[in-house]
């Protein structure tokens, strides 16, 4: 039989086995806790790994092959990943199969690393299905394509075009002149932070269990965690401070890191970007001290101010209190920091750092030529110059961004939620943080909002964790793919006519 020539249908069927090996070694991690679920989640990677594989197999590389087929491609592969990953919430009755869009809000959040979760009874839910949770957020944060890359070579399409529109960040990085080797270099590096910062956890106290499902969504920046409180189920400042300098390394860019492991620190000084990073953190963390001071003490001030400029800095979502009980400067701080994330090329969400700077340069540049209308003035970031046309596409970006919060938060107001949890909500899911503000905040569910609410949410998470121009692309790119097959039909039928 002929194969189909498809590219979506090959990268979708690739991320699917992919999913099915974190569906089974969940499985096994359930088998070994004898808490339940080992029976969902089981059959769970079965049906997955047999549609990814006939999937995979059962189709070929489309000989027109480009960036917009490899944006149609991943799109495709997210919502088919989703899904797949809502079947052991509901084969394990974790999740009725009635509430179906529920168990798919859950799978949204995780693969889109956003942290926000729809469960409430922890304790009920088996280890293994929790087990999953971390680890989808894993998969997700450095990107399902870029793994097909690194470990599938017989996937043939142009690697450059998949990792720039998975990999985290608005650019990526090449590594290496092949594009398999710069895929499983970001790999490499990924597995081995995710490793110390697992080791580390399990030193100052943690489980095994809760050190390797704390150190899948440190590094994903996803925050999800095996326990309804958190991070504040532990209560631990050693716990806090190893999750604090892992959080703020994955808010960072991971082509740097790469760059500093292999020619030395320097790497550091040479990006601008990391110094509005961890200026903005620590900024965020001194105004949090000052405006929470009187209203906690001063030991706790600190440390809670600390995490949260660091958590919601890097878009992690993991939480130690409930700063809904904070003053409401406080709240503006930390929703600032939701909308602006981490820096790019890393695993945090948000518009990024170096847009920030970009836009602040354009605004500075256009003040100056306001007064001096001859003069020429560069945008520059550190030594680089930044094109005109990249500026404005920078601005561009920022201003859809910020309209897409409106439009979500203008939804969900109009669905009867009220002004402060919608708007928060929709900066949380599109910058991929986790709690908002009001009633979504960091010791409640995202049950707070209807099921209509809750779809909104899911499509504002996967705009703000593919990027909001590639994941258009990807709806134009499928358009054509679909105009072109119907042609094609077109021309068929009007031949056997003849």
Known sequence: MRRIAVTPVRVGGAALIAIALAMAISAAVALVDGGGGFGGLFWSAIITASVGAGLFFGSGVSPSADSALAFASVAWSWLAVSVAGAMPFLLTGVIPWARFDDALFESVSGFTCT?????????????????????IQWFGGMGLIVLAVAILPALGIGGLELIASEAPGPTADRLSLRVRDTARRLWLLYGGVTLLIAVALFAVGMSIYDA??????????????????????????????????????????????????????GAYRRVSEIRWYLWLIFSAFGLLIWVNAGELGWLQNIRESLFYAVSLGTSTGFGTSDYIAWM?????????????GGMSGSTAGGMKVLRLQVVFRYAFRELVRARHPRAVVPIRLGQTSIEEQVAAKVVGFVLLYLGLIVAGGVVLTGLGVDPVTGFSGAISALGNAGPALGDAGPTNNFLVFPRAGRTVLMAL???????????????????RGIAQVRRRRRIARAMSNE
């Open 115 to 135: 942290g926000s979760t729809i469960l409430s009874d922890f304790a009920s839910v088996p280890q293994g299905v929790l087990f999953f949770r971390s680890m």
């Open 461 to 479: 998470m996967v705009f703000g964790r593919l990027e909001v121009f590639p994941t258009m692309l990807m709806l134009v790119a499928s358009t």
């Open 212 to 265: 390797v499902s704390h150190a899948f969504t440190t590094v994903a920046t996803g925050g999800y965690s095996p326990y309804g409180d958190s991070i504040s189920h532990f209560d631990s400042f050693a716990v806090e401070v190893v999750l604090i300098l892992g959080m703020l390394y994955c808010g960072a860019n991971f082509s740097t890191h790469w760059h500093a492991v292999t020619g030395g620190i």
């Open 328 to 340: 409401p400067a406080a709240q503006v701080i930390l929703l600032v920091l939701m909308v602006v």
